[in-house]
């Protein structure tokens, strides 16, 4: 005898890329880092947020590239923001 009622699936896992979401939120600590730290802790932490970013914007199997696009952005500025604080104030940042 055939059922024809779906069988239970196991836990639903989030469809939504961690590393995008996480790349996002990296990017966003490393713009308010730029804004009061300087060169050598905003870049590091841009780069990194840059990475992760980069990484949940090329998975392709789930959702959430819109963070991944925005977070490549913000950590951009974050990158351009601590050079250019550090190239203002005399390389002394």
């Known amino acids: 005898m055939t059922s024809d009622a779906p069988t239970p699936a196991g836990p639903q896992q989030s469809q939504f890329s961690v590393s995008a979401t996480a790349g996002f939120a990296i990017a966003c600590a490393a713009f308010l880092i730029a804004f009061t730290a300087g060169l050598f802790p905003a870049v590091l932490v841009g780069v990194l947020g840059l990475i992760v970013s980069i990484w949940g914007c090329t998975d392709r199997t789930r959702r959430g590239r819109p963070f991944a696009i ?11 923001q601590g050079l250019l604080e550090t190239l203002l104030s005399g390389g002394h940042g």
């Open 70 to 80: 925005a977070g490549i952005v913000i950590a951009s500025a974050a990158i351009a």
